[in-house]
């Protein structure tokens, strides 16, 4: 059973589009959260995180958006390039960083 | 800095052998964690060391084992290898555990059973 679901396997966005990749959880204590991006052959690089004390958190053209009483989180990149076409992992933990449970990722692709 | 390095980078066994895979963390991380990722799985919480002592464990059979030696370098062993195996293994180091912040990933040892 996935605590951690991100349900699109893939997205497809145009450059200078909005991409929105989505992630629900299935443990409300969940407190801390984070995403990654993967390229090919290289390991997953951290983007952004988020705390369950806020509901939003925003690093350049990468902001994160929290939905407590959904479960529900997601990544939205404004706006897209070629660059960020990648598999994006949401994550999730217990206590502020005890191991991170990670969804299936959704792979990105921006068409230039 | 250096970042985290895993070696063998590619690895071919045949089933029931065992296989040791390497981790050398970033300078002055103590926490070392394992991920298993296979396709549509994602990345799959193998265990985590901290100071030489395991402190997280996820759910694997014990045919997988791992250890981590007093400069915080780590080994993970994986006995009687199964098909079902086959995966790529990454390495995650941080500065210590329980704190927040993300991992730094290496770029992962690729695992085939055959």
């Known amino acids: 059973d996935q605590q951690v679901k991100q349900n699109s396997p893939s997205l497809s966005v145009q450059e200078g589009r909005i991409s929105i990749l989505n992630c629900d959880y299935t443990?409300?204590?969940?407190?801390?959260f984070l995403w990654y991006k993967k390229y090919p052959a290289e390991g997953p690089t951290f983007l952004i995180s988020i705390s369950s004390i806020k509901d939003k958190n925003e690093d350049g053209r990468f902001t994160v958006f929290l939905n407590k009483s959904a479960k529900h989180l997601s990544l939205h990149i404004v706006p897209s390039q070629p660059g960020d076409s990648a598999v994006y992992f949401c994550?999730?933990?217990?206590?502020?960083?005890?191991?991170?449970?990670f969804g299936p990722g959704t792979r990105l692709s921006v068409l230039p | 800095k250096a970042g985290v390095t895993q070696t063998p980078r590619y690895l071919i066994k045949t089933r029931g052998q065992q296989v040791t895979l390497s981790c050398s963390p970033i300078?002055?991380?103590?926490?070392v964690s394992w991920y298993q990722q296979t396709p549509g799985q994602g990345l799959q919480f193998l265990f985590e060391?901290?100071?030489?002592?395991?402190?997280n464990k996820g759910n694997f059979p014990g045919r997988f084992s791992g250890r981590q030696f007093s400069n915080s370098r780590s080994e993970m062993n994986v006995s009687t290898l199964e098909l079902g195996d086959s995966a790529l293994y990454l390495c995650?180091?941080?500065?210590?555990?329980?704190?927040?912040?993300?991992?730094?990933f290496g770029s992962g040892t690729r695992l085939t059973v055959v």
């Open positions: 300078s002055g991380h103590r926490s």
């Open positions: 443990n409300s204590m969940f407190d801390y």
């Open positions: 995650a180091s941080r500065p210590t555990t329980g704190t927040g912040g993300g991992y730094t």
């Open positions: 060391y901290f100071s030489e002592t395991q402190r």
């Open positions: 994550a999730a933990s217990l206590n502020y960083g005890q191991n991170f449970v």
